[in-house]
């Protein structure tokens, strides 16, 4: 295997390019008598996404896995042999796809504040990264510093598109400080943003601390959803100088 990363997913075969699908009849969902006209509408989409059918061919635990490898297909951020930190990993389809580009001389931590099922070839740890204690525990389970910290963290959406991007935009500042208190220089950061971008004060501070900050829509984010990612490159620490 090459030393680019692209390796197939756990299925056998691995994933196509592009929508990993090949065009297949629209499923149609009757509104059931407890059933809400948007859990109705939710459950269609989700019968009828070929990223959610070609996940459950490839043994991914969710269609996001796609969103991290057409991600990394672009900007070449999870290297061989690299140690990356999955920030809200739960269920784990990004681990699984950091798991496999960083292969078996790489080391992966997956972090969450809920329970979740271990990966295969990952440290799986219950925490909150807010906390120096769990900035303690990934570095222990690095045995040193990170090359990328990953976070497809998002609160529950509330309806109200304002709200939901301050909720947002939160936790990517909570990701942020992470990020800079365990990455290597030169290291990597991707997180989950919302339509609108970054805000002014946040794309500053990213700006200073990495040498490329663009914003990514991956082909498997639902076109008509707000999300966008953040891929900021070339981590340069406060005391570096650069």
Not at 120 to 134: I, M, S
Request: some cysteine; hydrophobic content about 40%; proline content about 5%.
């Amino acid at each position: 295997m090459s030393d680019t990363g692209r390796r197939r997913g756990p299925g056998k075969g691995g994933p196509a390019k592009g929508t990993g699908a090949g065009r297949t009849l629209k499923a149609r969902v009757k509104t059931a008598k407890k059933r809400t006209d948007s859990s109705t509408r939710w459950l269609q989409r989700q019968l009828n996404d070929p990223f959610v059918a070609e996940a459950k061919r490839a043994g991914y635990r969710s269609r996001a896995a796609f969103k991290l490898a057409q991600l990394d297909d672009k900007a070449r951020f999870l290297k061989r042999g690299g140690r990356i930190v999955d920030l809200g990993a739960a269920p784990g389809g990004w681990t699984q796809v950091a798991v496999e580009r960083a292969g078996s001389k790489g080391c992966v931590v997956a972090m969450d504040i809920n329970e979740m099922e271990p990966v295969p070839g990952a440290v799986t740890l219950l925490g909150d990264a807010r906390t120096d204690e769990a900035r303690a525990r990934v570095r222990e389970a690095l045995d040193g510093a990170a090359d990328v910290v990953l976070s497809d963290m998002a609160a529950p959406a509330t309806g109200h598109a304002q709200t939901d991007h301050l909720r947002v935009m939160g936790l990517v500042e909570v990701a942020l400080d992470f990020a800079e208190s365990v990455l290597a220089p030169g290291g990597a950061f991707v997180a989950k943003v919302l339509q609108g971008g970054t805000e002014p004060e946040l794309l500053a501070r990213l700006k200073k601390a990495f040498a490329k900050v663009r914003h990514v829509k991956p082909p498997a984010s639902r076109a008509e959803s707000a999300e966008l990612y953040l891929v900021a490159t070339g981590f340069r620490p406060p005391d570096s100088g650069g």
